[in-house]
């Protein structure tokens, strides 16, 4: 969606880290978001930066933002078979921000045993 | 906390007829967002609602399709006279209106029309 982008696929080795890329257009943006979906289902919220920070890490994932690039990326470090999933970045807009988000196209990461 | 539901997960209709999904939110949560959802594609926005008042419609949003969350609550999007267009995954989501305004999605229902 709108200006959202992120590359198609990604397949790595278990136990691997996996780095998944996002650009965005809109620079006003205050919070970027990173969810997870599995065949079937909906989308799972994994986590979330704040615009004035480089970086977030949580556990097994690492948030980098570059706001000059307007580039997002979502590492995942020893990754699990069960870490395949389609991944999307997402961007808010509308008036505050935050009334509606805008997904990339997804990235698809395969997990390989 | 149940999380987001969404009736019915899925549903096949004939082309013309007339279809309701039901989204039910985080209870203590304000806003609720529909988005639509096609194969091999992010969501798209089509609408939200801040308690009972829908403030946005996306222009994807045609007259055929209609939201309602009459008490602030659960929430309904109908589509009327479906197109084979209309197949898609359903989306609901719902957040708290403060930051850092996270959305949390329910499963979806998936709609196809024959």
């Known amino acids: 969606g709108e200006d959202v982008e992120q590359s198609l696929f990604l397949s790595v080795r278990e136990g691997d880290s996996s780095v998944i890329n996002c650009t965005y257009t809109?620079?006003?943006?205050?919070?970027l978001y990173w969810y997870k979906q599995e065949p079937g289902a909906g989308l799972q919220l994994l986590t979330y930066?704040?615009?004035?920070?480089d970086m977030k890490q949580d556990q097994r994932l690492t948030v980098l933002l570059n706001k000059k690039d307007k580039h997002l990326s979502l590492r995942i470090a020893d990754t699990q078979t069960g870490d395949s999933a389609i991944y999307f970045c997402?961007?808010?807009?509308?008036?505050?921000?935050?009334?509606?988000?805008?997904f990339g196209s997804g990235t698809k990461l395969n997990v390989k045993p | 906390d149940t999380g987001v539901s969404q009736n019915p997960r899925h549903k096949i209709t004939k082309r013309g007829q007339n279809v309701t999904f039901r989204c039910d939110p985080i209870s203590e949560h304000n806003r609720l967002y529909w988005y639509r959802q096609t194969l091999g594609q992010g969501p798209e926005f089509l609408t939200y609602?801040?308690?009972?008042?829908?403030?946005?419609k996306s222009r994807l949003l045609s007259d055929r399709f209609s939201a309602e969350r009459p008490k602030g609550s659960f929430s309904t999007l109908e589509i009327q006279r479906t197109e084979q267009g209309d197949s898609a995954m359903y989306l609901c989501?719902?957040?708290?209106?403060?930051?850092?305004?996270?959305?949390?999605f329910g499963p979806g229902t998936r709609l196809t029309v024959t």
């Open positions: 997402a961007d808010p807009r509308g008036q505050g921000n935050f009334n509606k988000f805008y």
């Open positions: 609602f801040q308690n009972e008042a829908q403030l946005e």
């Open positions: 930066i704040f615009s004035n920070m």
């Open positions: 989501a719902s957040s708290l209106y403060r930051y850092p305004y996270e959305q949390y």
């Open positions: 809109d620079s006003s943006s205050t919070y």
